[in-house]
């Protein structure tokens, strides 16, 4: 059975090449930010990781991803509004690597990746079922 389209958007984030993209080129676009090479930062920063969704979400079996035990954390946890908070933590990220200012591009590492575990804090904040 294919996935719709909302939950192939929602697992394919979690999938080895989407993640493995994401981050080469986050990390490579702050080093052209670095230079103030901006249009080829933007560039990289994006291109790339959009290129690779639409074939991921278009061509690949994500099924097996969803049934992972990332693909429930991602599946309870990842809703609209943290991707959109993760997806912020790039101007941080990149903005400080444009301004020289290694601390604040550690923030916005910082704030993916804690964007990334929030779903462990809700978990651990939630009331306890009962069970052992």
């Known amino acids: 059975m294919r996935l719709e389209l909302r939950d192939r958007l929602l697992?394919?984030?979690?999938?080895?090449?989407?993640l493995?993209?994401?981050?080469?080129?986050?990390?490579?676009a702050s080093a052209l930010f670095w230079q103030h090479r901006a249009g080829s930062a933007l560039l990289l920063g994006f291109v790339?990781?959009?290129?690779?969704?639409?074939?991921?979400?278009n061509r690949v079996n994500l099924e097996?991803?969803?049934?992972s035990a990332l693909g429930a954390y991602v599946g309870r946890f990842m809703t609209r509004r943290v991707e959109a908070a993760r997806f912020l933590g790039l101007v941080p990220l990149w903005g400080g690597a444009w301004r020289h200012a290694p601390w604040v591009m550690a923030s916005g590492v910082t704030w993916i990746v804690a964007c990334w575990a929030w779903g462990l804090v809700r978990a651990s904040s939630a009331p306890s079922s009962g069970r052992q």
Do not use: C, E, M
């Open 48 to 57: 790339p990781s959009i290129a690779t969704s639409v074939v991921l979400v």
């Open 11 to 18: 697992y394919h984030q979690i999938h080895p090449v989407k």
């Open 20 to 28: 493995a993209v994401d981050w080469t080129t986050a990390f490579g």
């Open 64 to 67: 097996r991803l969803r049934n």
